[in-house]
DNA sequence: CGGCATCCTAAACGATACTG
DNA sequence: CAGTATCGTTTAGGATGCCG
């Protein structure tokens, strides 16, 4: 099925592209699998390596994301407790266009500022 | 600055790029951008097209996409009236990336359903 | 037809405190 | 350290109705 060039839908309507999308319409959830694009991370360095997240808003991310089949939770059972997430294979297929968003987002950012504060501010 | 591929920030923390996401993460305006890119659509036209979404949300996700100079607006002085929105160059840019994002949310949709029920319905 | 205004419900999110 | 639980505030988002 590749009408993604028609003017059918893809990700329009209710294909189970949609449900795809939720994934990664999520802002924390992006910069989450792009954080973890680099290797496993513990629950302490996404936090100290994202900014601005809370642990709680973390937590429900890397649920989700798990949930969804994205990342991989692994807990050592030491004393104090280590627990390390890592994307999983269909996660880092993820990571492709992720990593296309974010060159766009940084060759982008200063055009997208810069019509902000031609329009909006007033 | 081409710093995406060290270890150090692109998208996380409090760079730029950060900003930027806020505009793609975001499931209407990913949608309606994608369905922008076929050409100049009515509101009428991507309320039919996107389906599921409200005059409202529609309405706001237009204004902000506007507002973050990826499409224009376009209106006729007719009777009835007619109102006309396209990407701009800007716009164009990001359809790059997010039929990206469409071609991977195809081909995985139903990894991640069996992801799903795999786990969390339990 | 496009779209703004209003109301109202549900969900997102942050802060704090507490457990294994 | 990792995580849950609870609370309170903010935002998202649908429904309806009115105006250009």
Chains 1, 2 share one sequence.
């Not at 059972?77 to 492709?96: D, F, K, M």
Request: charged share 25%.
């Amino acid at each position: 099925m590749s009408s993604f060039d028609r003017p059918g839908d893809v990700f329009l309507a209710d294909c189970p592209a949609r449900l795809a999308v939720e994934v990664i319409a999520d802002k924390w959830a992006v910069v989450t699998v792009y954080a973890l694009g680099r290797g496993p991370r513990r629950h302490g360095e996404l936090k100290a390596l994202i900014g601005g997240i809370s642990s709680k808003m973390l937590t429900q991310t890397l649920r989700r994301l798990q949930h969804h089949g994205l990342i991989q939770r692994h807990a050592f059972a030491e004393v104090p407790p280590r627990v390390e997430y890592s994307l999983t294979a269909l996660g880092e297929t993820l990571l492709e266009p992720v990593t296309m968003l974010s060159r766009w987002a940084e060759a982008n950012a200063d055009a997208v500022l810069e019509a902000q504060d031609r329009m909006g501010i007033s």
